[in-house]
């Protein structure tokens, strides 16, 4: 059954090029979905720090799990002064679930996996906020990706643009704050890393003609969609539109230093009026963004890493208000009334994968493999939404 509730409170509309565009909603009604899909979670994982199990046993700060957290601080943000009591009970979960891991990224301070050190994200958003009181093993993790010349052509696919720029920005930020002088070092290794994956690999992964991401060097000409266009994988290219908001935000938070921050910019409008243009009728996005053919279909994570970067846009001011803010309320309308389920399900998630056949099929009631990255874009998505609302 699809949910009753939030549907009334949203009002939904119909669908397609006639339809009226939505209004944001109010901080309530958005705070309202943030919570019932959390509290889904949440009440089916009630140990923060227990592995999941998917296929094998995996330890719980592994990259899916750090997206989910990631997505729990920007609710806990919200939550602190709009509900103070399930900012305690979400706080205290996020703290279980950083102390068991020691605030360690999954295979320890020397990997130079992007996926692995992922969860730091949150434990330095954590130390931020003042949730934690630690942030050493992720300083140390990096400090080792520093020191290591080959790290600069570590991240080979562009997942890994979300997975990592943002912790060497956001670990600027918070030594920054400590006193550190040099700590624009962490950034500048971010913007090495983004750059080389950007113009280097492959001949380079982002077709600025085009403004869309191509997921490695696998998908790169003659690679072709079942149409014969370039593909440009939806959640892919998500990571890529949410690491770069997350990483201008921290950035725009460091007093006198904007290094980047244009060449991040323009990376973001280009993608931005990319996006825009392949945005189906329905608000969604295909997984395949060139190809409706190849798995078309709606899909969550890939359309609510675009809301979530839109919405930002609009808050700073980088994108105009009257063209963009109904296409995030509708966007955000039709991922409530789409997707989340009357007990806080979400349905149409692909699941892990690197294309748009793979996790497959995506369906309203099809849970995927791994259920907390697509819940982790729908608090952030949700989140930057709230933020515009009044």
Not at 57 to 76: D, H, I, K, Q
Request: hydrophobic residues 35%; proline residues 4%.
């Amino acid at each position: 059954m699809r949910r009753t509730v939030l549907l009334t409170l949203l009002t939904i509309s119909s669908f397609g090029a006639a339809a009226k565009k939505a209004k944001l909603p109010t901080r309530t009604e958005v705070l309202t979905a943030m919570e019932l899909a959390n509290h889904h979670f949440t009440n089916k994982y009630p140990d923060a720090g227990a592995p999941t199990f998917v296929k094998r046993m995996r330890p719980s700060n592994l990259w899916t799990r750090g997206v989910y957290f990631e997505g729990l601080v920007a609710l806990t943000d919200i939550e602190r002064t709009a509900n103070p009591t399930l900012y305690e009970s979400n706080s205290q979960y996020l703290c279980d679930w950083a102390s068991f891991h020691k605030w360690m990224p999954r295979n320890g301070v020397k990997t130079r996996d992007a996926d692995d050190y992922c969860c730091c994200q949150a434990y330095l958003a954590m130390y931020l906020n003042k949730q934690a009181t630690d942030y050493s093993p992720t300083k140390e993790c990096m400090d080792n990706l520093l020191t290591t010349s080959e790290s600069l052509h570590d991240w080979t696919w562009i997942d890994a643009i979300q997975m990592g720029l943002p912790v060497l920005t956001k670990l600027s930020l918070v030594v920054q704050k400590e006193g550190d002088a040099g700590f624009a070092r962490y950034a500048e290794h971010g913007w090495k890393m983004y750059e080389w994956t950007r113009n280097t690999l492959a001949g380079g992964l982002f077709n600025r003609s085009e403004g869309l991401w191509w997921r490695d060097k696998d998908f790169t000409p003659p690679y072709q969609e079942p149409n014969g266009r370039n593909c440009y994988w939806s959640r892919g290219n998500g990571w890529v539109y949410a690491a770069l908001v997350r990483a201008m935000q921290d950035i725009i938070d460091m007093p006198g230093y904007d290094s980047h921050l244009a060449q991040y910019r323009a990376d973001y409008m280009l993608m931005t009026h990319a996006l825009v243009e392949c945005q189906r009728k329905d608000h969604f996005w295909n997984v395949s963004l060139h190809d409706e053919s190849d798995y078309g279909g709606k899909e969550l994570t890939g359309t609510a890493l675009f809301t979530y970067g839109m919405a930002w846009g609009i808050r700073h001011g980088w994108l105009d208000k009257k063209t963009y803010t109904p296409i995030v309320a509708d966007t955000w309308k039709a991922m409530v009334g789409e997707c989340l389920h009357d007990d806080g399900f979400l349905g149409f998630v692909q699941g892990t994968g690197k294309q748009p056949g793979d996790s497959q099929p995506v369906g309203y009631d099809q849970e995927p493999d791994f259920d907390d990255f697509g819940l982790g874009c729908f608090l952030l998505a949700g989140s930057e939404v709230y933020a515009l609302c009044k």
